[in-house]
């Protein structure tokens, strides 16, 4: 009985105790339940921590942290309140977490953690020039978040023909890699583009135009060095032998 009757004192004891705890951080952008902030490539997002009157001196100095390593401020910038401003948003921002404390109490934190979204940042060979019997190998890297609901080929306007063009398609959703082997110039030439498709951005495009030339006939160097070699010491042999006789002949 004594143990039902202590509970809603604790709980009560407890709450006070929370709402009088430390730091608190004010965002430029909603920050959700999780201390997630949604946010896009090249937005601003401003971060303000401050301390309550319940968490030390109002003078106390503030510490920020991204990702457990120090955030370098001014020294206006630490007294009761403080404000970081990551501008622009770039892709190293994204699962950033910042962390805001009192310098003489590193228990009294709050964090808050980005998270950014992105289009397809679709990367690769523009002009792509290659012989006719070899492989081709595309590769389109996609970069995106949320991750592309798909991946598509097409040559010249039309989509890929894998079974009579011999083609082969990979995705591992990073990279979508286009094979063709034994390459033929009137079914391979032409202009390749690789879309993805993202649920939040639409689609995103990229472009490779192929070259397909004819086979050359490559002579292996070494051996018609050595062959010419052969025949230059053959023929001085011959003029060295036939002057030889020529002098016999004039005594």
């Known amino acids: ?27 430029s952008q909603p920050v959700n339940s999780a201390g997630v902030i949604h946010t896009e490539l090249e937005q601003t997002v401003s971060l303000l921590c401050m301390s309550d009157s319940h968490s030390g001196a109002p003078d106390d100095e503030l510490v920020w942290l991204r990702n457990d390593e120090l955030v370098q401020l ?3 910038n630490k007294k009761g309140k403080s404000s970081v401003c990551v501008t622009p948003v770039l892709l190293d921002d994204n699962g ?15 964090s808050v953690t980005l998270k ?11 002009e792509v020039t290659a012989e006719e019997e070899s ?39 990073r990279t979508s890699q286009l094979t063709a082997r034994s390459l033929r110039k009137g079914l391979h030439e032409g202009t390749y583009l690789c879309t993805a498709q993202s649920p939040m951005y639409g689609n ?21 060095i050595a062959g010419l070699v052969v025949v230059f010491l053959t023929s001085l042999l011959a ?8 002098i016999k002949c004039c005594k």
């Open 96 to 110: 950033a977490t910042f962390t805001c404390r009192l310098s003489t109490n590193a228990t009294d934190t709050t």
């Open 135 to 173: 492989t081709l190998v595309l590769k389109c890297n996609i970069f995106a978040n949320p991750p592309v609901s798909s991946v598509s080929w097409t040559l010249n306007g039309s989509l890929v023909d894998l079974q009579a063009g011999g083609l082969t398609v990979v995705n591992d959703g």
């Open 239 to 246: 003029v060295v032998s036939r002057w030889k006789k020529i």
């Open 204 to 224: 995103y495009s990229r472009s490779f135009t192929v070259t397909v030339q004819e086979k050359t006939v490559k002579f292996p160097l070494i051996p018609l």
């Open 1 to 27: 009985m004594k143990f039902m009757l202590s509970l809603p004192l604790f709980s009560l004891l407890f709450l006070c105790a929370a709402q009088t705890l430390g730091v608190k951080i004010q965002s």
């Open 74 to 76: 001014k020294e206006e």
């Open 116 to 126: 950014v979204t992105y289009g397809p940042q679709l990367s690769g060979s523009e």
